[in-house]
């Protein structure tokens, strides 16, 4: 069983930053891959990104390809979400995810991933 703590998340005016980071319990760490869902108020869960067990090879969603980076320390066993240039399409909750594996065939799919924490919101307006 692997617990998922996300923290990080609050409101930031358009073109802001903020860092999210995602604490994992456990300690094969690095035998999971990790994404990033969020979810607006009446919409559905939307990756974000992922990346592998390795941290060698990172995925994104097109909305935030450039502005958002994904990174983890194995050794802290946290993943990191860097959130730079938000717009107000990017309020939602945003969600941790892991999958017991240390590479996932569909990224962006919701079912490849068997842990999730509780979420953090991320408000972006002036």
């Known amino acids: 069983q692997v617990q998922l703590v996300e923290s990080g998340g609050g409101l930031v005016q358009p073109g802001g930053s903020l860092r999210l980071s995602c604490a994992a319990s456990?300690?094969?760490?690095?035998?999971?891959?990790m994404g990033w869902f969020r979810q607006a108020p009446g919409k559905e869960r939307d990756f974000v990104t992922a990346?592998?067990?390795?941290?060698?090879?990172?995925y994104y969603a097109a909305s935030v390809k450039g502005r958002f980076t994904i990174s983890r320390d194995n050794a802290k066993n946290t993943v990191y979400l860097q959130m730079n240039n938000l717009k107000p399409e990017d309020t939602a909750v945003y969600y941790c995810?892991?999958?017991?594996?240390?590479?996932?065939?569909?990224?962006?799919?919701?079912?490849?991933?068997?842990?999730w924490g509780q979420g953090t919101q991320v408000t972006v307006s002036s």
């Open positions: 995810a892991a999958a017991r594996r240390p590479v996932v065939v569909r990224a962006g799919a919701t079912d490849e991933y068997d842990y």
């Open positions: 990346i592998t067990g390795s941290g060698g090879y990172a």
């Open positions: 456990g300690r094969t760490f690095s035998s999971y891959a």
